[in-house]
């Protein structure tokens, strides 16, 4: 299993970032995937899921009307749309292949 996650960087409060993960060595198309983070000092939490079948999401709260999860079943890749980033957005964001199987995560430091 490979997870490879792309896109982050420095971005100014009330910008955007899409996040990209590139998926191999198991079925794309059966998996739930997700997207989490991890701030300095906190622990990993849950930013977005999309389910294998139907598509359905769900996001914290905290990102709720800003984040939208996606993916591509024919690319087996999985992405991550941010808007209206906020500095509490800062952390390192994780793909994640059922919540048990982690990418290298990448950076996000939202700041002016």
């Known amino acids: 299993v490979q997870l490879v996650e792309s896109g982050g960087g420095l971005v100014q409060p009330g910008g955007s970032l899409r996040l990209s993960c590139a998926t191999s060595?198991?079925?794309?198309?059966?998996?739930?995937m997700s997207w989490y983070r991890q701030a300095p000092g906190k622990e990993r939490e849950l930013v977005a899921r999309?389910?294998?079948?139907?598509?359905?999401?769900n996001y914290a709260e905290s990102v709720k009307g800003r984040f939208a999860i996606s993916r591509d079943n024919i690319k087996n890749m999985v992405y991550l749309q941010m808007n209206s980033l906020k500095p509490e957005d800062t952390a390192v964001y994780y793909c994640?292949?059922?919540?048990?199987?982690w990418g290298q995560g990448t950076q996000v430091t939202v700041s002016s």
């Open positions: 994640s292949l059922w919540g048990e199987r």
């Open positions: 060595g198991f079925t794309f198309s059966s998996a739930d």
């Open positions: 999309i389910r294998s079948t139907g598509g359905s999401t």
